[in-house]
């Protein structure tokens, strides 16, 4: 049986837990933020990966031969997605492309530089992201926002499990109140950077659940500028 989320928040495994992928995570907003970003995607997903949330393998490319060689390596299918300057939902532009064949790469290679283009022509492209295809019928998505820096934060969330749909929504402001959340330890990590980090003001995270444990498949943070 999966712990509660509650037990790894406990005050004497808190600081043990986290402190590796607070520091790591602390180098990179501070990177991010001398480069003038407060938007962004794939570095979400690298900062849930500092905190131990189990990611989708990907990685980031800049032509299509660089996607031809990537699904080679990872095997199909994988999932094409376009890389940009700001945080949008790429799923709402048109941005995803699920890659079944390699003759379909042809297709997805426009595909998600062309609609974002088309779209949102105020966001720059930055690249494109390869990402292995988790297959799963459970699917969960966890929105969390600030109203201001430090305060407590509002966490919606809605899964989908064995076809049942649950939907949820708490106010947090401590370790503590994470007894309030009906998640699973595979999530703790994305409760746990938003507590640390006061300036988080939005974050998304889009799950699927795997053979053995919940995925993160897409996720986006905003800063407070």
Same mark, same amino acid.
């Given at each position: 049986?999966?712990?509660?989320?509650?037990?790894?928040?406990?005050?004497?495994?808190?600081?043990?837990?986290?402190? /590796?992928?607070?520091?790591?995570?602390?180098?990179?907003?501070?990177?991010?933020?001398?480069?003038?970003?407060?938007?962004?995607?794939?570095?979400?997903?690298?900062?849930?990966?500092?905190?131990?949330?189990? +990611?989708?393998?990907?990685? !980031?490319?800049?032509?299509?031969?660089?996607?031809?060689?990537?699904?080679?390596?990872?095997?199909?299918? /994988?999932?094409?997605?376009?890389?940009?300057? @700001?945080? &949008?939902?790429?799923?709402?532009?048109?941005? /995803?492309? !699920?890659?079944?064949?390699?003759?379909? &790469?042809?297709?997805?290679?426009? $595909?998600?530089?062309? =609609?974002?283009?088309?779209?949102?022509?105020? +966001? +720059?492209?930055?690249?494109?992201?390869? $990402?292995?295809? !988790?297959?799963?019928?459970?699917?969960?998505? &966890?929105?969390?926002?600030? =109203?201001?820096?430090?305060?407590?934060?509002?966490?919606?969330?809605?899964?989908? /499990? @064995?076809?049942?749909?649950?939907?949820?929504?708490?106010? %947090?402001?401590?370790?503590?109140?994470?007894?309030?959340?009906?998640?699973?330890?595979?999530?703790?990590?994305?409760?746990? #950077? !938003?507590? $640390?980090?006061?300036?988080?003001?939005?974050?998304?995270?889009?799950? +699927?659940?795997?053979?053995?444990?919940?995925? %993160?498949?897409?996720?986006?943070?905003?800063? #407070?500028?």
């Amino acid at each position: 049986m999966l712990k509660k989320l509650a037990d790894i928040f406990k005050k004497e495994t808190w600081e043990e837990r986290f402190l /590796v992928g607070k520091k790591k995570a602390e180098k990179l907003l501070e990177k991010l933020k001398k480069a003038g970003k407060t938007e962004f995607t794939t570095e979400a997903l690298e900062l849930m990966e500092f905190y131990g949330v189990s +990611v989708a393998e990907y990685q !980031v490319v800049t032509t299509k031969a660089d996607i031809y060689r990537v699904a080679e390596e990872m095997g199909l299918p /994988v999932v094409v997605k376009t890389i940009a300057s @700001k945080a &949008i939902h790429r799923w709402d532009a048109g941005a /995803v492309y !699920v890659v079944t064949d390699k003759r379909q &790469i042809e297709e997805a290679y426009p $595909q998600v530089l062309g =609609e974002i283009a088309t779209r949102m022509p105020w +966001v +720059v492209l930055e690249g494109i992201m390869v $990402q292995e295809f !988790v297959p799963g019928e459970d699917k969960c998505w &966890i929105k969390i926002t600030r =109203e201001k820096k430090n305060s407590p934060f509002k966490v919606l969330w809605k899964k989908i /499990v @064995k076809g049942k749909e649950e939907k949820g929504e708490e106010k %947090l402001a401590r370790r503590e109140d994470m007894e309030k959340l009906p998640f699973e330890e595979s999530f703790a990590g994305i409760f746990a #950077f !938003v507590l $640390q980090f006061g300036e988080v003001q939005k974050m998304e995270a889009d799950f +699927v659940r795997g053979k053995e444990d919940w995925i %993160l498949v897409d996720s986006k943070v905003w800063l #407070f500028e």
